[in-house]
């Protein structure tokens, strides 16, 4: 039997194969919660499942926000078409692509 090292994140359980991923996924993770964190405090009536919604999803996509926030402010507009071009229940996150499973592991 082989020995297959693992890593796990901390904040939500999932599994990765190598460190960097693990710790990029627990980064993301991280900057959500903040996120979260600030909307609750400076945006009133906010329920706190859309607070957080937000919040993953702006850090999610942090790639494209610095680039408009660089002077590019299209860019997150052609993003959003793009995928919503694609079929529904088709497109998975980064961090989704880089989980595996614990039974895929063993």
Request: hydrophobic share 45%.
């Amino acid at each position: 039997m082989a020995v297959v090292a693992m890593w796990k994140c901390d904040r939500d359980g999932a599994m990765f194969d190598n460190k960097k991923d693990a710790e990029e996924h627990d980064k993301m993770l991280e900057l959500a919660a903040n996120i979260t964190a600030l909307i609750e405090l400076h945006v009133a009536g906010v329920p706190e499942e859309a607070s957080e919604a937000i919040g993953m999803l702006l850090a999610e996509r942090r790639d494209l926000l610095a680039k408009a926030l660089k002077g590019k402010p299209e860019i997150l507009l052609q993003q959003d078409e793009e995928s919503s071009s694609e079929p529904q229940g088709s497109a998975t996150t980064d961090a989704e692509d880089k989980v595996t499973p614990l039974a895929a592991a063993g």
